[in-house]
């Protein structure tokens, strides 16, 4: 999937997520906050094959203690890397908020975006937002950050962006990539030559050569990473 985005030196320059790439795969990482070992995430990406097409359906389940539960689901194109649909369900424990839960079940079609977010509050309430707005074509989930390791034409010193949708706000974004000097890294999974590539104040590993995946992630302090243990065969998900 091919979007316009701006170089360093402001010349124009074509995204492109080849999800083709990602690899049928069941990825666990361990989540570490300032080297201790806070919680657990397990990446799944499953291809399914339809009668004209592929999708690629990205789930995740994760554990931050004692802050959150998580569950996502993206499905995108295969072939063409649009958007298809996205479920995101975050379970909140802070003391200090009112909220506790907050989820969007969004589906992209001719055009446009729709669906509904959720907000609940301590007191049981639950407020339902609809949710309808153009979605130009081009544009990307915010989520696709998980998926840095389909950006297929980016190389160290390249700075790209792309229009993307933040599913929580209802709002257009910038999702853009900074790509660093490669680097050979070490997690419990093995090690592996990585090109980091820099998003906001957040920096994700991604693979460079063989099945492309994210191996590595931290915030740009350090204070916060997580990391591949292991991989395992995909664990099929209802349709």
């Known amino acids: 999937m091919a979007a316009t985005a701006q170089t360093s030196a402001t010349s124009p320059k074509a995204l492109q997520f080849d999800v083709a790439q990602i690899p049928a795969t069941r990825d666990s990482f ?15 990406y499953e291809v399914r094959g339809l009668e004209m097409t592929q999708e690629l359906v990205y789930t995740a389940t994760s554990e931050f203690r004692p802050v959150e539960d998580e569950r996502l689901r993206v499905v995108v194109n295969r072939v063409t890397g649009q958007p298809i649909s996205t479920f995101h369900h975050i379970d909140l424990f802070s003391p200090r908020s009112d909220t506790v839960m907050v989820e969007h079940d969004l589906a992209v079609q001719r055009g446009e975006i729709s669906g509904r977010r959720r907000v609940g509050t301590k007191s049981g309430g639950v407020k339902i937002v609809p949710v ?13 950050v998980f998926l840095a390791g389909a950006v297929s034409n980016i190389a160290p010193g390249d700075s790209l962006a792309v229009p993307a949708y933040k599913e929580f706000d209802d709002s ?15 997690v419990p999974a093995g090690r592996f030559d990585a090109l980091p590539l820099r998003s906001g104040g957040f920096r994700i590993y991604a693979t460079r050569t063989g099945p492309r995946r994210v191996v590595k992630g931290e915030t740009l302090d350090g204070a916060f990473s997580f990391e ?12």
Do not use: H, K, N
């Open 132 to 144: 309808s707005r153009p979605f130009a074509p081009g544009t990307v989930l915010s989520d696709y």
């Open 30 to 44: 361990v989540f570490r906050l300032r080297g201790e070992e806070r919680g657990w995430a397990v990446w799944q």
């Open 172 to 186: 257009l974004v910038t999702l853009s990539f900074v790509a660093e000097s490669p680097a050979a890294i070490e």
């Open 228 to 239: 591949l243990v292991r991989s395992g065969p995909v664990v099929p998900t209802p349709e």
